[in-house]
């Protein structure tokens, strides 16, 4: 374990739940750590809470267009955004996307994966250096959740975007985390890198450029 908290491109850092030490919101630590780390603001970030929480009086199709389309594309939205995902290059994201039937209803009519889903690609097709997701498995299904972890692993290998994950299932995310972050006696930050992650990102990395 160390504090030498550097971050990289492409890093998935883990932060470990303990009551007793995250004292604070998960979004302050988050921003807590990077000032530990000497990130320099404003911060470009897409925060995605773990409800998947909407605006009640936008629809569904609103709600994922709010701060990725301009005001002015009042027609044919899906198609925008449609082109926007394509554009990022990130296909996981509309496959996902093709699983929202709802998208012209408002999310009280419909249920908690519908507006996980909506929640998680409004999130992951904003312009962000870092990603923050608190309990991003939760209301998913094995094939949204699959998908999902794909989408994850392209932004940040493709797209060099940063993703801090907070959630209380560590043992689900430990294959697919390139850190764990913990609190230590004085409550500053202490990071623990998982090396048969790196060493397993190095390789398929290796592949994909061969």
């Not at 160390?2 to 492409?10: A, G, I």
């Not at 009640?56 to 082109?83: A, Y």
């Not at 996980?116 to 309990?135: H, N, P, R, V, W």
């Not at 609190?183 to 397993?200: A, D, H, S």
Request: aromatic residues 10%; charged residues 25%.
């Amino acid at each position: 374990m160390t504090r030498n908290n550097k971050l990289h491109k492409s890093d998935i850092i883990f932060f470990r739940s303990d009551p007793k030490k995250y004292t604070a919101s998960q979004l302050k630590n988050f921003i807590h750590f990077l000032n530990s780390n000497g990130i320099k603001r404003p911060y470009k970030f897409s925060h995605i809470e773990g409800e998947g929480a909407l605006i009640p009086n936008l629809s569904i199709r609103e709600n994922i267009h709010l701060d990725s389309v301009p005001n002015q594309l009042s027609t044919s939205k899906d198609m925008h955004l449609t082109k926007l995902l394509e554009k990022n290059g990130n296909y996981h994201l509309l496959e996902m996307f093709n699983f929202i039937p709802e998208l012209d209803h408002y999310p009280e009519t419909v249920n908690d994966q519908v507006k996980k889903l909506a929640s998680l690609i409004k999130g992951m097709i904003q312009e962000a250096d870092y990603l923050f997701l608190e309990k991003p498995e939760m209301y998913l299904e094995e094939k949204h959740l699959d998908l999902f972890l794909k989408a994850i692993h392209y932004q940040t290998r493709s797209l060099g975007q940063i993703v801090f994950v907070h959630s209380q299932n560590e043992k689900f995310w430990r294959t697919h985390i390139s850190k764990v972050v913990t609190r230590g006696y004085k409550n500053e930050f202490l990071v623990t890198p998982v090396i048969c992650n790196i060493n397993k990102y190095i390789e398929e990395t290796k592949k994909e450029a061969a």
